[in-house]
């Protein structure tokens, strides 16, 4: 079965600080990994999807994610945070051809003004 | 375009009553549904998720139970409710994209206390 695992369960940041949420998972074949944010007080939402090609992707508001198969990681990043970035974000996997998508347990960051 | 919705947006319940939450989504055809179950630091925990009309997959054993009526209408039941119910459920759709990926749209949730 598949799994997906987050390590930072909370971060906090300063304005302008860089970040980067761990996420890896387990899974042998070929996934399609998603990141998702949830805005305090919002619906949960698509930041940013990996399904093929260039493992390098960018998503909305200036966040990328990097797919490395040899490390199964797709860890997120971007390079200065605001404070508008304060969310929950959450990592999820979903093999191929398969309607089950598997979530972590889940990032929250607070941005600092 | 798409929309998702759950009703109620919140619900307070007493211990051993019974518990419907409706989801419906318009906008599609033969959407997967999906509920989860968000708890703080657990992430979401897929409950229960429907390829077709009838069709329920349960992903957890739970006081819980789904039904999908129709097309777009997906339901999460109990005859009896206990505390440990208690919690926010989200309901979601998805459609196999031209990648071959399920991307999932989200329903605003209802937050259940059961008391």
């Known amino acids: 079965a598949q799994s997906v695992s987050q390590h930072n369960h909370h971060v906090i940041l300063s304005e302008a600080a860089s970040l980067e949420l761990g996420c890896n998972y387990s899974?042998?074949?070929?996934?399609?990994l998603f990141w998702y944010v949830q805005y305090p007080g919002q619906h949960l939402q698509l930041l940013l999807k990996?399904?093929?090609?260039?493992?390098l992707v960018k998503g909305i508001k200036g966040f990328e994610a990097e797919f490395i198969k040899s490390k199964f990681s797709f860890n997120l990043r971007k390079p200065s945070v605001q404070w508008s970035d304060t969310a929950e974000y959450f990592c999820?996997?979903?093999?191929?051809?398969?309607?089950?998508?598997?979530f972590g347990t889940g990032t929250k960051l607070q941005v600092i003004p | 375009s798409q929309t998702i919705h759950q009703w109620p947006a919140t619900l307070v319940q007493p211990v051993g009553s019974p518990l419907s939450l409706e989801c419906t989504v318009e906008?599609?055809?033969?959407?997967?549904l999906y509920w989860y179950r968000q708890a703080a630091g657990r992430g979401l925990q897929l409950l229960f998720y429907?390829?077709?009309?009838?069709?329920i997959s349960s992903e957890v054993p739970q006081n819980l139970s789904a039904s999908r009526p129709q097309d777009r209408q997906f339901i999460l039941s109990s005859k009896k409710l206990l505390l440990s119910d208690s919690g926010f459920y989200l309901c979601?759709?998805?459609?196999?994209?031209?990648?071959?990926?399920?991307?999932?749209?989200f329903g605003p949730g209802t937050r259940l206390t059961v008391t």
């Open positions: 979601a759709w998805s459609v196999r994209g031209w990648d071959s990926s399920y991307e999932q749209y």
């Open positions: 990996y399904f093929s090609g260039d493992p």
């Open positions: 899974y042998g074949g070929t996934v399609n």
């Open positions: 429907s390829v077709g009309i009838g069709q």
């Open positions: 999820a996997v979903n093999t191929g051809g398969y309607q089950k998508v598997t």
């Open positions: 906008g599609t055809s033969n959407p997967n």
